[in-house]
């Protein structure tokens, strides 16, 4: 156990390093490259090295075309990761104006040995959260009062590791975890149903869908298991990668497919029952003049919308897949670490250079983009914000930021029309049931907003 422990502890020193690098790489480059302001500038005009942000200006073909939303609707669940186990919401209901209706502790927040990475689910009037030292809470979704705690990690392991995350199916909460294992809870109790062990960690939060949950582990294998008694059904296995984001995407899933992705960028449409390959993608990206944003990690979910698949990659690269055939309908240069929202012709992205876009969904074509703040400093460049989400719910395009502010944009333009001032830093995206608004701070706050 000592020995795997100090496996965990290697792997997971390289990941905080490159999740650190990611978070706040200009203040590290500056500390190796040096302060612009030290020295004064060379004469002449700058002109960028990779211009980088063309992909990401609108497209003046379809500057006319009206970006309309079908009517909202309630969601009583966001039962796993992304919202459902295909990772397709569309356009959910939610009031405008939003308050602050409760608040609660759901444990330790993140730090300098831990980080809270786990979307917290809601199902059954219940809201359940993963902190950063495996504790695993219910609260009541409309009050915030807690039913019960379990703490999930091994009685051998005293260190705590990061990773992990939730899903409920019908009285059950699945969870992964940076302990290499995956537990079934009883989600009115949180005891312990079965417990499997694994040979290496895991970061995303399991899918579930009918008899079957599936996970995928830090060495980009992704297993099914059985929901029943978490007997090992099948093993996919991909490209082991050197380096990867802090973090993972979770499989997408229906009754037909499993798009599981991999942080050396490759996809993955499998067969549910067995497991065998349907097609393959890579979205190895563009080359960026940056290391981390070379990295060909897929963090964001992909998402199964009708007859597409839609994969956001880190590496400057934003797709649209045929389903079943597996051939590429568009490709857009755009990265990031976001899960594509899509709802009606259109598909909303937040991308590494904090910009929130609008792509139509049948061409990849960009209606409308808005830059939001990326630094908490702008004149001195210091302090980088990342923004999560985004979401679609109320006729708003919602995202939170690690600044500890939401921005609410227009779906028709992008136009900002609201900010709402956090108690805490986000670094998890929203998500929304029962006509609220939930989020997860830094500190271990969960936020209940109507």
């Not at 302090?383 to 609410?408: D, H």
């Amino acid at each position: 156990m000592k020995f795997r422990s100090a496996v965990h502890s290697l792997k997971l020193s390289c990941l905080v390093l490159v999740g650190l690098l990611f978070l706040g790489g200009c203040s590290l480059y500056d500390d190796y490259i040096g302060d612009a302001e030290s020295d004064p500038p060379l004469p002449g005009t700058r002109e960028p090295v990779y211009n980088l942000d063309q992909a990401l200006r609108a497209d003046p073909s379809v500057a006319d075309l009206p970006v309309t939303l079908p009517a909202p609707q309630a969601n009583a669940e966001w039962a796993q990761a992304g919202g459902r186990p295909d990772h397709a919401m569309y356009h959910l209901d939610l009031g405008t104006g939003l308050r602050l209706a409760w608040t609660a502790d759901v444990g330790e927040g993140s730090g300098s040995n831990v980080r809270i990475l786990a979307q917290p689910v809601v199902a059954e009037g219940r809201i359940f959260t993963l902190d950063a030292t495996s504790k695993v809470s219910a609260f009541d979704a409309n009050s915030g009062r807690r039913f019960w705690q379990r703490d999930i990690a091994p009685e051998d392991e005293d260190d705590g590791f990061f990773g992990g995350g939730l899903a409920y199916q019908s009285g059950r909460l699945y969870v992964t975890t940076g302990f290499a294992q995956v537990l079934a809870l009883d989600s009115s109790s949180g005891e312990v149903i079965w417990r499997q062990q694994f040979a290496t960690p895991l970061r995303a939060a399991p899918t579930v869908v009918g008899n079957q949950v599936y996970v995928v582990t830090i060495d980009n294998q992704t297993y099914a298991l059985s929901a029943g008694d978490g007997s090992q059904v099948w093993v996919h296995r991909g490209i082991q990668e050197a380096a990867g984001l802090l973090g993972a995407a979770s499989p997408a899933v229906t009754n037909d497919l499993v798009v599981t992705p991999y942080s050396s960028g490759e996809l993955y449409a499998l067969r549910p029952d067995n497991g065998h390959v349907l097609w393959s993608d890579s979205l190895s990206g563009f080359k960026r003049s940056d290391p981390i944003l070379d990295l060909a990690d897929i963090r964001g979910h992909p998402v199964i919308d009708r007859d597409f698949v839609l994969v956001m990659g880190n590496s400057n690269r934003s797709v649209a897949i045929a389903a079943l055939q597996g051939q590429r309908a568009w490709d857009i240069e755009a990265g990031g670490i976001s899960t594509p929202w899509t709802v009606g012709d259109f598909v909303f992205l937040v991308t590494n250079e904090q910009t929130v876009m609008a792509v139509v969904r049948s061409s990849g074509r960009v209606r409308w983009v808005t830059q939001l703040p990326r630094f908490e400093d702008p004149e001195d460049r210091d302090g980088p914000i990342a923004w999560y989400g985004p979401i679609v719910a109320g006729n708003q395009v919602i995202v939170a930021g690690s600044n500890g502010e939401v921005r609410i944009l227009a779906p028709s333009d992008g136009t900002e029309t609201g900010v709402i001032e956090l108690r805490g830093k986000v670094t998890i995206a929203p998500l929304v049931a029962n006509r609220t608004l939930y989020l997860l701070t830094e500190d271990g706050d969960l936020l209940a907003y109507r």
